[in-house]
């Protein structure tokens, strides 16, 4: 089966410019993986040209077998303790104001990976006191203990993606995942901490019709989050889902200027957009609605 051609509109920096091979010597050097890799994003020549880069933690292989994720799958290895450390240091070194953390799922483990988060996220701001950190967490199997620790790290902005619309969520996703399941995430960690900035994610492209879109949309707004990231599925490899739609960039702009009329705080709706674009930016339009509601 031959690869989808893509549209002129969706184009891509090819590696190896700016601080590119800067950022991949640190990387290698401290042994971390990053899901811009892992996962085949396309978006991974600009941003290590910019020194932005979003760490991957607890291995590079997932418990699960999403079907349109391109991340190894299998039985993980343990966790290593000197990671927490490692991705601290990288920060440093990178100079990141904000910093993106994201994992494998790790259903092999009691509390499913949450304690190492937690470290970790305890070490970027022991380090770096004043990085803003962003996690992007799995489901944690809906575990409340698991997301109380989350919280309870004092991230600034806790993620995580729905990934697309209920009718494919059997389809698309590994059976342990689910749509409801992961719009309880997001409410579970707002009845933690209502003043928690919370985030979500889906993929279009797979079939999903355009009402679909909007009403998971309106889940997501629902569930509590202040931002919503919206972008193209791109096929990684020809043993993930093909793609059925490419969106014009006039249709993505339209679901951003739906995603503000809903009431969301922040809307990044593009091609290219993955769950970390524009993250800070998305954090800090959030922040400015936070404090002008205080005065």
């Given at each position: ?232 599925y791109l096929r990684p490899t020809r043993k993930n889902l093909p793609v059925e739609k490419y969106y014009t960039p006039e249709e993505f702009k339209k679901f951003e ?39």
């Amino acid at each position: 089966m031959k690869f989808e051609r893509k549209p002129e509109w969706i184009k891509t920096k090819l590696p190896g410019f700016g601080h590119f091979k800067e950022v991949r010597v640190l990387l290698k050097e401290l042994h971390l993986h990053t899901v811009c890799e892992s996962a085949l994003c396309p978006n991974l020549g600009e941003c290590w040209g910019e020194k932005s880069a979003t760490i991957m933690i607890m291995g590079d292989i997932c418990t699960r077998n999403c079907r349109f994720c391109s991340v190894k799958k299998g039985k993980p290895l343990s966790l290593d303790p000197e990671e927490p450390s490692n991705v601290a240091l990288a920060i440093k070194e990178l100079g990141l104001e904000y910093a993106v953390i994201t994992s494998v799922d790790r259903d092999d483990l009691p509390d499913f990976g949450a304690e190492h988060y937690a470290e970790t996220v305890k070490k970027i701001k022991e380090i770096n006191p004043d990085t803003k950190v962003e996690v992007l967490i799995p489901d944690f199997n809906l575990n409340f203990d698991s997301l109380k620790k989350i919280v309870e790290s004092k991230s600034d902005v806790i993620a995580h993606n729905v990934e697309t619309v209920k009718r494919l969520t059997p389809f698309v996703r590994d059976k342990r995942a689910g749509y409801e399941k992961s719009l309880s995430v997001l409410k579970i960690i707002k009845e933690m901490s209502s003043e928690m900035i919370t985030k979500s994610g889906i993929m279009i492209g797979l079939g999903e019709t355009e009402n679909e879109i909007i009403d998971t949309m309106k889940d997501i707004k629902d569930a509590g989050c202040e931002i919503i990231t919206i972008g193209q599925y791109l096929r990684p490899t020809r043993k993930n889902l093909p793609v059925e739609k490419y969106y014009t960039p006039e249709e993505f702009k339209k679901f951003e200027k739906i995603g503000y009329e809903m009431g969301f705080k922040f809307v990044a709706s593009q091609s290219l957009v993955r769950s970390s674009y524009k993250a800070k930016e998305g954090y800090l339009r959030v922040k400015i609605h936070q404090d002008k509601s205080l005065l």
